[in-house]
């Protein structure tokens, strides 16, 4: 089945963020210099049904680095490009149960990344880009992202300066994958690829439009361009399932029953499948580095909506 009738939706996601606006829990990222100037009162919340839809509260149109929301999506094009196998051998699927710069995660699998959706593995996926130099790597991975939006997106050269700076774990976590042998390229380019990615800007929209692809089995319901097969979206789902909130992965899905992906600027996107993409925006986050308001919204819009994949009714 759909979403329910286009004004319920309307109204329910105004319902939400009157509902959540007053949430003060919750601290926003301060390690990345540049992401600890972020208001913690912007909010947005927005809804893209697969048939293009859409329905907006709040601040949707303000511009944040979308972080750690596109290993989600780089996971899907690095699967299109080398297929299922590939990946699952050489990058993982299972939840590391440890926060998502972990040494030990590593350390503790044998030099194994574990997974596409903490730090390791996602600089492991990004190194799996096709491309004869860096340049050309780099490409594909910000245009493949731009199609997952429909439009095409812009680095934010503060918020990349400011993390390069501070990139001393990445680039430890990266090197220790290389010294197993287990890092496809250059350690420290795929690190700088990787942090490429994490600072191309996005809103709380095109969140809810990459979701609103995933959930429509690869097609950008804005565009009509395919992004990937149907069995890549369906892969990508299943491994935001497992460790897209990290840690909190489980208790996720306990409380909101649909794949989802968080990064550190505040951002959230939840799926669908077959209905559409939630995307918030709220900086403030809870210890695992998910957006407090975030996950208030999508476990009332889960069930206000039925977006919970294991709900009966
Ligand atoms: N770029 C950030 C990092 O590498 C992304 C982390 C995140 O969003 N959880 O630490």
């Not at 939840?95 to 730090?119: C, D, K, Y």
């Not at 860096?134 to 493949?144: E, L, P």
């Not at 997952?148 to 990349?160: K, S, Y």
């Amino acid at each position: 089945g759909a979403l329910p009738g286009w004004h319920t939706v309307e109204h329910l996601v105004e319902t939400a963020h009157e509902t959540f606006a007053h949430v003060r829990d919750g601290e926003v990222a301060d390690y990345i210099p540049a992401l600890a100037e972020a208001d913690p009162d912007l909010f947005g919340v927005c809804v893209v049904e697969v048939d293009g839809s859409v329905h907006s509260a709040g601040d949707v149109e303000h511009r944040f680095s979308v972080q750690s929301i596109s290993k989600a999506f780089v996971f899907a094009l690095a699967c299109q490009e080398v297929g299922h196998e590939r990946v699952l051998e050489t990058i993982g699927v299972n939840n590391t149960g440890l926060s998502f710069s972990s040494v030990m995660a590593i350390e503790l699998n044998g030099g194994h990344p574990m997974n596409p959706m903490v730090n390791v593995g996602a600089i492991a996926t990004t190194a799996l880009a096709p491309g004869a130099d860096q340049d050309a790597r780099w490409g594909f991975v910000r245009d493949g992202l731009s199609r997952f939006a429909g439009r095409e997106l812009e680095l934010d050269e503060g918020v990349l300066a400011s993390e390069t700076e501070g990139n001393q774990r990445n680039q430890s976590l990266a090197l220790l994958l290389e010294s197993y042998g287990r890092m496809p390229v250059d350690a420290l380019e795929a690190v700088d690829t990787y942090t490429r990615q994490c600072s191309l800007l996005v809103d709380a929209r095109d969140l809810a439009v990459m979701g609103a692809t995933l959930a429509g089995g690869g097609v950008n319901p804005l565009t009509g361009a395919r992004v990937v097969d149907a069995q890549i979206a369906r892969d990508t789902l299943s491994v935001m399932a497992t460790a897209g909130m990290y840690e909190h992965s489980g208790e996720w899905l306990f409380e909101v029953g649909a794949p989802a992906k968080s990064g550190v600027s505040g951002g959230i996107v939840t799926i669908a499948p077959g209905k559409g993409g939630l995307g918030t925006f709220s900086p403030p986050l809870d210890s695992a580095g998910n957006s407090v308001r975030g996950r208030r919204v999508a476990a009332y819009l889960a069930d206000a909506l039925g977006l919970d994949l294991f709900a009966s009714a």
